[in-house]
């Protein structure tokens, strides 16, 4: 069995929209895309998540979307094996899930909103696509 090793992350695209007074009230929803890419050559998987966070009533009133790639090395990973690969793709989403829910919290502070906090993100394992 493989194991990831994780090796860093980057978030590549950052947008932010706040149209909202002190009086405000909003409902946040969250959603998290996240895909598995799996390099032969370097040994290497990226773990592609784009997070957004809005207004769930209104649109424009408060968004907040990045684009974070986490990547990993791993040795030992057979392409073929799909159990091998639906359990890396919920590993990576859970080692980086605590990266989007820092990101998430310090930046919805600083610009002056009470701290967003994601609910746990869960892989459910029939949603994973491994080709």
């Given at each position: 069995m493989?194991?990831?090793?994780?090796?860093?992350?980057?978030?590549?695209?950052f947008?932010?929209?706040?149209?909202?007074?002190?009086d405000?009230?909003m409902r946040?929803?969250?959603?998290?895309?996240?895909?598995?890419?799996?390099?032969?050559?370097?040994?290497?998987?990226?773990?592609?998540?784009?997070?957004?966070?809005?207004?769930?009533g209104?649109?424009?009133?408060?968004?907040?979307?990045?684009?974070h790639?986490?990547?990993?090395?791993?040795?030992?990973f057979?392409?073929?094996?799909?159990?091998?690969?639906?359990?890396?793709?919920?590993e990576?989403?859970?080692?980086?899930?605590?990266?989007?829910?820092?990101?998430?919290?310090?930046?919805?502070?600083?610009v002056?909103?009470?701290?967003?906090?994601?609910?746990?993100?869960?892989?459910?394992d029939?949603?994973?696509?491994?080709?």
């Amino acid at each position: 069995m493989s194991t990831l090793h994780f090796l860093g992350a980057s978030i590549d695209d950052f947008t932010f929209q706040k149209n909202i007074r002190k009086d405000t009230e909003m409902r946040l929803e969250a959603t998290v895309k996240f895909a598995v890419r799996y390099n032969g050559e370097t040994k290497q998987f990226a773990g592609d998540a784009t997070v957004t966070v809005q207004d769930a009533g209104h649109e424009g009133l408060f968004r907040l979307k990045f684009h974070h790639v986490g990547v990993f090395a791993c040795e030992g990973f057979d392409h073929n094996d799909e159990n091998e690969k639906r359990r890396l793709h919920m590993e990576a989403a859970g080692m980086l899930q605590p990266l989007w829910n820092q990101t998430i919290t310090l930046f919805s502070a600083m610009v002056g909103i009470p701290p967003v906090k994601l609910p746990p993100y869960r892989v459910a394992d029939p949603n994973i696509r491994t080709s």
